[in-house]
């Protein structure tokens, strides 16, 4: 795990640029891999992420760090934003995106978590409490702290209000 957090863009918040979270590097796949959960509903003025699928690709990046940037947001439609509560977007974060402009007299929150591939390092700095880092949060052994994770917390609670918690 790498980052966990959330975001949150008050009314008036401006519109971020577009960007990608991290750089296309020849010959790597998908290094991070990040979730966007909306913890409310995120409406069209509230400045939904303008996401633009395919552009985790080298001609993407390519066209974003010429001249074709304005283009690539006009081509496609800003839709994918819009969530239902609990709803997410999962990008590989080569993916191009930004946050729009809250129009609305309404807070924007999204949860947000990443997952770094193993054994990639990175340069910048990162959400993700110090106390978090070597704790060994992976895809790869959900089984291991997901399931502890829902077994400890039905534990703490009162029999009639358990909850079954699943990956699915
Ligand atoms: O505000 C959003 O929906 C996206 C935020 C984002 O892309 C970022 O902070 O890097």
Redesign the pocket.
């Known amino acids: 795990m790498y980052e966990l957090a959330a975001?949150i863009?008050d009314p008036g918040s401006r519109a971020?640029p577009l960007?990608a979270?991290f750089p296309y590097c020849d010959g790597e796949g998908a290094a991070l891999v990040i979730a966007?959960v909306a913890l409310q509903d995120v409406e069209a003025d509230m400045?939904?992420?303008d996401i633009i699928p395919r552009t985790h690709t080298a001609e993407a990046h390519a066209r974003f760090n010429g001249a074709e940037r304005l283009a690539l947001v006009r081509e496609c439609p800003n839709t994918r934003?819009l969530l239902g509560t609990g709803d997410a977007n999962v990008i590989d974060a080569r993916t191009l995106?930004?946050?729009?402009g809250n129009g609305s007299l309404k807070r924007?929150v999204?949860f947000y978590c990443s997952f770094l591939r193993r054994g990639r390092a990175t340069a910048g700095t990162h959400s993700l409490l110090p106390a978090l880092r070597s704790a060994g949060y992976a895809l790869d052994n959900t089984e291991e702290w997901v399931y502890r994770a829902s077994e400890e917390s039905n534990t703490n609670v009162k029999p009639r209000r358990r909850c079954a918690c699943s990956l699915t």
């Not at 995106?97 to 729009?100: E, S």
Request: charged share 10%; net charge neutral; with cysteine.
């Open positions: 975001l863009s971020q960007h979270d966007f400045g939904p992420t934003g995106h930004c946050g729009g924007r999204l």
